[in-house]
């Protein structure tokens, strides 16, 4: 199983918005809406950001969003922080092994 | 509070095996499958394999089949992930994670490293 294509990075000023893409096929975020996103930051655990494409925790900020059009999946989040600069997966359930994580994107605010 | 505690890190050597405990409170075991998940120095995170608490059926990443086996405890709400044959390749904080439902990890533990070296 593949892992899901991410960028490897992207960047934005702070109180901008940005957007990671995540690109699968039909067999995974095509196929379900079960996609989902955790940032990480260096040294720590990963933190469910998103889940079910576009549900957020309880918690989790409404600066977070997530939408899914086709085979690809996109985060956005607006209204940039420094401590938003983190790595960022998404995932999704598969129909050959369960769940897939995509490759990663590093956000840097600039 | 919903909490993942995991044993803690172990060194091991090319070839054998490791076994990693997590200890699950605050949320009825049974409720929730757990997942194991790897994280290599600098690399994504990867999936491996889960459990469903509730019967004990497992389904594994087959990037580890044949090598990984998830087993759980009811009685002491404890999930395992043994891997076998290890290489340098195995060397990775190894994470279990609640599924809080349509496969979104709600709760991480805090990890355990696993450096494999001779």
């Known amino acids: 199983q593949s892992a899901l294509t991410q960028p490897a990075s992207v960047s934005g000023s702070p109180g901008q918005s940005i957007t990671i893409s995540c690109t699968g096929t039909s067999s995974d975020i095509g196929g379900y809406n079960y996609v989902s996103w955790y940032q990480q930051h260096p040294g720590k655990g990963p933190k469910l950001l998103i889940y079910d494409v576009g549900s957020r925790p309880s918690g989790v900020s409404n600066r977070f969003s997530g939408s899914k059009s086709g085979d690809a999946a996109s985060l956005t989040i607006s209204g940039l922080q420094a401590e938003d600069e983190a790595d960022y997966y998404c995932s999704s359930y598969t129909r050959s092994t369960a769940v897939v994580f995509g490759g990663g994107t590093r956000l840097t605010v600039l | 509070q919903v909490r993942l505690v995991q044993s803690g890190a172990e060194v091991k050597k090319p070839g054998a095996s490791v076994r990693v405990s997590c200890k699950a409170s605050g949320y009825i075991f049974t409720n929730h499958a757990l997942h194991w998940v790897r994280q290599a120095p600098g690399q994504r995170l990867e999936w491996m394999g889960w459990i469903n608490t509730g019967n004990g059926n497992t389904k594994y990443s087959q990037n580890f089949q044949g090598r990984v086996a998830i087993t759980s405890d009811t009685s002491a709400s404890t999930a395992y992930m043994e891997l076998s044959s290890l290489r340098s390749e195995d060397t990775a904080v190894y994470y279990c994670?609640?599924?809080?439902?349509?496969?979104?990890?709600?709760?991480w533990g805090q990890g355990t490293l696993v450096p494999v070296s001779s």
């Open positions: 994670a609640r599924n809080g439902g349509s496969y979104g990890f709600d709760y």
